[in-house]
């Protein structure tokens, strides 16, 4: 019904930067919020950042300054600038996405993953 394909992760160096994007396909009608999480190895899924269909954007404490997210409604992606990568960053990301379908119903899942790892 709806399918979220991400891209862009890699290998770099602290310090480095990448920027990763996913995009939205499928019976859409329109998308509310749109975030990216991570799950580091031994850890729990958390909370990125997020941004709303209006633009307000929300970060976890240990990402601000350093990442930034946004999205282009008219294309259905969703991008998360990665700088000054640390070691600590290293995860697999997930996007997420709340979409109203245009069957009318709600829809609310999770791309397939890309992995990040910051290493020397």
């Known amino acids: 019904q709806v399918q979220l394909v991400e891209s862009g992760g890699g290998l770099v160096q602290p310090g480095g930067f990448l920027r990763l994007s996913c995009t939205a396909s499928g019976s859409i009608r329109s998308i509310n919020t749109m975030g990216w999480y991570r799950r580091a190895p031994g850890k729990e899924r958390e909370l990125v950042a997020s941004v709303t269909d209006s633009g307000t954007t929300n970060y976890v404490d240990f990402v601000q300054g350093r990442f930034t997210i946004s999205r282009d409604n008219a294309k259905n992606t969703v991008y998360l600038q990665m700088n000054s990568l640390k070691p600590e960053d290293t995860a697999v990301y997930y996007c997420?996405?709340?979409?109203?379908?245009?069957?009318?119903?709600?829809?609310?899942?999770w791309g397939q993953g890309t992995q990040v790892t910051v290493s020397s």
């Open positions: 997420n996405a709340d979409v109203k379908t245009t069957l009318g119903t709600r829809w609310r899942g």
